[in-house]
């Protein structure tokens, strides 16, 4: 008996804090993939940054002494101030690109990919007036760009995945979860295809250095708004339309971004994972909902009698003295 009572009463506790319990798995499984991701990239990229440190050092040695008339501390300040124009977009290379980086096509670029967060790194604000600037645009430019990006996703969805879904399960009965789910697959082939795909075969073909690997990485990195910054479109020697073709990657970038919200959004709506996702969320306990709308409307009620009382005996104070004979005296004289 004690037994089955225990048991019951842990049930019932497991059963009241399971979002809690759910929460904690939440957080212990998201840092162990945090660790998990740290110990693959260590592991893959360690020995290629190993070997690229030899290189430099033999290249470094074998520099200095074909140069003896230059000495190791001038080598390292003129590479110094070398990497630290690069860190800035200007490079002091021969086969460098000779664009200006704040042209007009230029700024417009850079304007975008700090709206949108992606920033990519390899242009950056070289005066204090343009650091402050550009602290004041995204401030203000950042939540803009939310609600304008919230605003058109909402449009869009109503269209491309709302009425298709509902459309079918009216027309042709089928089930609305099942017709949902193969929407969204279908909705993310075509994104990955047209976004992702489709894109990473023209940059293949424009950029001279690139691969369709390194492509599509620049698009997965770039829509994904995590903008490394290793590879950056239209930087190439002797680029031919440039600004057409940078304006051509701002459209992309903003469309793509489009897409990719209007894919997750589609797949937030399924049911199946808005249900996963309640796992996690904080459940309110009804009880004391109950409770608390229960005092509510009890002090309203009250609050309501009391002022209703008060101003009856307003009433009755400023009217006149009558005497109204009661109604029994009144029927009983009647029935006599």
Not at 318 to 331: G, H
Request: glycine share 6%.
């Amino acid at each position: 008996m004690l037994q089955s009572l225990a048991g019951c009463s842990c049930v019932r506790l497991g059963e009241r804090h399971r979002s809690a319990w759910c929460f904690a798995f939440l957080v212990l499984g998201y840092l162990l993939y945090l660790v998990f991701g740290a110990v693959v990239f260590s592991s893959v990229e360690l020995p290629y940054e190993d070997l690229l440190r030899q290189e430099l050092r033999k290249l470094k040695r074998r520099f200095l002494e074909e140069h003896e008339c230059l000495s190791e501390h001038q080598l390292e300040q003129f590479l110094q101030r070398a990497l630290e124009a690069s860190n800035y977009g200007v490079s002091v290379l021969g086969n460098a690109s000779g664009n200006w980086n704040w042209d007009f096509t230029s700024a417009l670029f850079f304007a975008s990919t700090v709206l949108s967060t992606t920033g990519y790194g390899h242009t950056v604000p070289l005066s204090d007036g343009g650091k402050a600037f550009c602290i004041i645009y995204s401030v203000i430019g950042i939540p803009f760009t939310l609600l304008f990006l919230t605003a058109v996703v909402q449009r869009i969805i109503v269209y491309v995945t709302r009425r298709p879904i509902l459309y079918f399960h009216i027309r042709w009965g089928f089930s609305k979860q099942i017709v949902a789910i193969i929407h969204a697959v279908i909705l993310g082939f075509v994104t990955v295809s047209c976004f992702f795909f489709i894109p990473a075969a023209v940059f293949s073909v424009v950029e001279d250095d690139w691969n369709f690997l390194e492509s599509f990485y620049f698009c997965f990195i770039s829509l994904s708004t995590i903008g490394l910054g290793d590879y950056v479109p239209g930087e190439g020697y002797n680029q031919k339309f440039r600004e057409l073709y940078k304006i051509g990657i701002t459209c992309y970038l903003l469309l793509g971004l489009i897409a990719m919200l209007v894919v997750l959004e589609t797949f937030c709506e399924l049911h199946e994972l808005k249900k996963f996702r309640k796992m996690f969320y904080v459940k309110k306990d009804k009880e004391e909902d109950q409770v608390h709308i229960m005092e509510h409307d009890q002090l309203s009620f009250s609050s309501i009698s009391d002022h209703a009382a008060s101003m009856k005996e307003d009433q009755k104070a400023n009217e006149p003295f009558v005497t109204v004979q009661p109604a029994t005296y009144y029927d009983g004289c009647i029935n006599n």
